[in-house]
């Protein structure tokens, strides 16, 4: 068994029409816990250190202007293979090339305001649940 952590974030467009509850529903339909969770706003410092790594990229700050638009769900998810497990029950970043029943095909409304963001490796899983929580947050 591949016991792992991963950070989920419901996203502005998400919370602005009271999802959270809807799309937690099908992480843990997935067999994925919830062991810490947080509901912030981000500021725009937080949100460049977070999506540093996409900087030089040309929807960078379109990014961070959306994700600071609003409040976010930050949390971290547990189960077998929780990073593989949760990008699949997120679907495509593209709702269009999103299978039915994911949260991105069901909720999303553009490529950007997609309701979610999961980490793609076990290795930044690690450093974006420590970006948001200390240990004694995350109650397994």
């Known amino acids: 068994m591949a016991l792992e952590r991963t950070l989920s974030i419901i996203k502005p467009d998400a919370t602005r029409r009271n999802l959270t509850g809807a799309i937690n529903a099908k992480f843990e339909a997935a067999g994925l816990r919830l062991v810490a969770q947080r509901r912030?706003?981000?500021?725009?410092a937080q949100a460049e250190a977070f999506y540093a790594v996409h900087k030089e990229r040309p929807f960078f700050r379109d990014l961070v202007t959306f994700m600071v638009s609003g409040p976010v769900v930050?949390?971290?998810?547990?189960?077998?293979?929780?990073?593989?497990?949760?990008?699949?029950?997120?679907?495509a970043t593209n709702p269009a090339n999103a299978a039915p029943g994911t949260i991105r095909k069901e909720f999303a409304e553009s490529i950007e305001a997609n309701s979610v963001h999961g980490s793609d490796s076990a290795e930044n899983a690690a450093i974006e649940v420590a970006f948001f929580f200390a240990g004694l947050d995350i109650v397994g």
């Open 40 to 44: 912030i706003r981000l500021t725009t």
């Open 74 to 91: 930050v949390q971290v998810l547990e189960g077998e293979h929780a990073v593989a497990r949760n990008r699949e029950v997120m679907g």
